[in-house]
């Protein structure tokens, strides 16, 4: 009866994983933070021992990496175009607060829309202000990725541990 129990917990984490990585296609979404959540309740379950402690350890590493490659990213593809600290960061803001609001995709078309105002504004060139706006979402665009990839590799990591160990 243990192994039933076992394996319907090991297949409701990884559900939720998967659910986790799913979301990760969306912008803003906190896919690896689900993911990990995961990871923990998993832990927090069957208990941590050396080898389980240290895997969860680079899980939680490799999730705060993961996390903050959209903040990174973002903010230089855009700055290596010109655009400055200031609009990135009322970019980035007002992203935040319009996905509080909306969804996470109106959050991250209104981030562009501020940052190619702040520097139309800055600027006065249309162009140059839509060069940085699109260099910020080519940036979001890398970012996505990593997290995908960051999200496949936690969630291998989690099947050595649950299956191997």
């Known amino acids: 009866m243990q192994e ?4 319907t917990l090991k297949i409701v984490v990884l559900a939720v994983m998967l659910f986790g990585l799913l ?4 912008p803003v979404m906190p896919g690896l933070a689900v993911i ?3 990871a923990l309740l998993y832990g927090l379950i069957t208990g941590f021992d050396l080898v389980s402690g240290a895997l969860f350890a680079v899980i939680t590493l490799l999730a705060i990496a ?5 903040n990174v990213l973002m903010g230089t593809g855009a700055r290596k175009v010109g655009a400055s600290w200031l609009s990135i960061s009322l970019a980035l803001v007002g ?10 995709l109106g959050g991250l078309l209104v981030a562009l829309g501020v940052l190619f105002l702040v520097e139309y ?3 006065g060139d249309w162009r140059s202000a839509l060069d940085a706006t699109r260099n910020m979402a080519l940036g979001c665009g890398w970012a996505m990725a990593i997290r995908i990839l960051v999200g496949f590799v936690i969630i291998g990591i989690w099947l ?3 299956f191997v160990l």
């Open 160 to 162: 050595f541990w649950a």
């Open 66 to 70: 993961g996390s903050l490659a959209d």
């Open 4 to 7: 039933i129990g076992d394996m």
């Open 23 to 26: 979301s990760l296609f969306i």
């Open 36 to 38: 990990w959540l995961a």
């Open 121 to 123: 504004i800055r600027r």
């Open 95 to 104: 992203g935040l607060l319009a996905a509080v609001f909306w969804t996470p």
